[in-house]
């Protein structure tokens, strides 16, 4: 009998402790420990007009932005109000849930239409177009002035704006943005004139041995583009590389002068290399390029062929341009635009074509000022005696190869002939 009542006692001790429990729980941990999706209510629904779609939260996110702010702030002190266990807390706990629930739920609507308005913005963000050159100079293309704007200068001023529009958008399009750090290695190739605050990115076989001659009677150290031979612009270091500087006067530089290049055609800019380095008695493409293109790439090839490089057929040449695993590196004179100037990273100011160089070249130097009696030479640099290489020169020396080998050509100056809006130089190209 003894047992029994014990054993009776304890379950009613235990039957009352549960109770007890139960009434001194926080319905607010109640509430966040239920199901995802299930709503805590007790006999009361909220009205369907309270319901809104996502387009109307962010509405109402970007309206009362403030007013939620105060709603949370008062929401938050009426938490720790209720942590305090009072008599009269404990009489209204059913009613003091519901609001619990009424308010959780209204906060789990805000996050969501925070999150749904971020997901939003990063959306567009990765759909926006990158700007990637980080550098555009103070003064830009300069501003043409009154009476430049009512004769020829204005429609070279818009052919300007034009391609500068397709470099830009070119870049945006294909290229990363990941490495935004101008190194030395990227200004390697611009020469630097101070008096007239000009950089010029060299593109072999684009005119640079005029544009140099033109930078040097800028700086005054010549008097005349005719006075100044060969040897003299490329071997007489008279003029100053951007990377000679320390990087505060590159960035300088960079940002306050008129920064230009020119392009040309790639593959008339390729047949003209070939035929300047190869077709040429040369010292140092004969022995260094010539050699190890033969050894590679010609079958039963002679010991004099082996010996000197001399001879080197364009279909040769062609082979090791596309050859992954070229036997001999890269050289400026067929290497992409955009390696050699990197467009794409440094805002450039004036694009000028080798095709229309001399109205492009006059009307940079009208520009910056330059003396009206110094006008771009026209005289051809090296074998002066032989024909420029044009269009039709170039499809003769292209008609030697196979339509693939034309194809993986075209492939590879893909981006110089897209930056630069040049059209595909053979019919049967995709």
């Not at 039957?15 to 729980?25: E, K, M, S, T």
């Not at 970007?62 to 266990?85: C, F, G, I, W, Y």
């Not at 009489?91 to 789990?108: E, H, L, P, V, Y």
């Not at 010996?307 to 279909?315: A, C, E, L, P, Q």
Request: aromatic share 12%.
């Amino acid at each position: 009998m003894r047992l029994t009542c014990m054993f009776s006692f304890i379950l009613l001790f235990g039957a009352a402790g549960l109770v007890v429990f139960i009434h001194l729980q926080d319905p607010e941990e109640i509430v966040h420990q239920q199901t995802p999706g299930i709503k805590y209510n007790m006999g009361f629904q909220q009205p369907k007009k309270n319901c809104v779609s996502s387009n109307n939260q962010d509405r109402r996110l970007r309206k009362n932005t403030a007013d939620r702010v105060a709603t949370l702030k008062q929401s938050d002190s009426l938490h720790l109000s209720e942590n305090v266990p009072t008599k009269l807390q404990s009489t209204n706990r059913r009613q003091s849930s519901i609001m619990f629930a009424m308010k959780d739920q209204q906060k789990g609507e805000e996050i969501n239409s925070i999150r749904l308005h971020k997901r939003r913005r990063r959306f567009i963000i990765k759909k926006s177009p990158i700007l990637i050159s980080m550098n555009s100079s103070i003064l830009n293309l300069p501003t043409l002035k009154s009476e430049d704007r009512k004769n020829k200068w204005k429609s070279l001023y818009q052919i300007q704006r034009e391609r500068k529009r397709i470099m830009r958008e070119t870049c945006s399009k294909y290229k990363s943005n990941n490495r935004r750090i101008i190194t030395p290695y990227h200004v390697s190739r611009i020469f630097v004139e101070d008096k007239y605050r000009v950089l010029y990115c060299e593109v072999p076989k684009a005119g640079c041995s005029n544009w140099k001659r033109v930078l040097m009677v800028l700086n005054g150290l010549a008097s005349s583009t005719k006075d100044i031979q060969h040897n003299t612009v490329h071997y007489g270091n008279y003029l100053k590389r951007l990377d000679g500087f320390d990087h505060k006067g590159i960035y300088h530089r960079l940002n306050t002068y008129t920064k230009m290049l020119f392009i040309r055609e790639p593959f008339e800019k390729l047949v003209s290399a070939f035929r300047d380095k190869f077709e040429h008695p040369n010292n140092y493409y004969h022995p260094v390029f010539g050699k190890a293109i033969i050894s590679r790439y010609r079958v039963n090839a002679t010991k004099e062929a082996l010996r000197t490089g001399s001879g080197v057929k364009f279909k040769e040449f062609i082979q090791y341009l596309l050859d992954v695993h070229r036997p001999v590196g890269m050289d400026i004179h067929w290497d992409h635009v955009n390696r050699l100037c990197s467009p794409c990273l440094i805002d450039y100011d004036f694009v000028g074509k080798f095709e229309s160089m001399e109205e492009d070249a006059n009307f940079f130097l009208h520009l910056i000022g330059a003396p009206q009696n110094l006008t771009f030479p026209k005289f051809k640099d090296r074998h002066s005696n032989e024909e420029r290489t044009t269009t039709k020169i170039t499809q003769q020396y292209f008609a030697e190869l196979s339509p693939s080998q034309r194809q993986r050509s075209y492939d590879f100056y893909y981006m110089d002939y897209l930056m630069f809006n040049y059209s595909k130089p053979f019919e049967d190209l995709y």
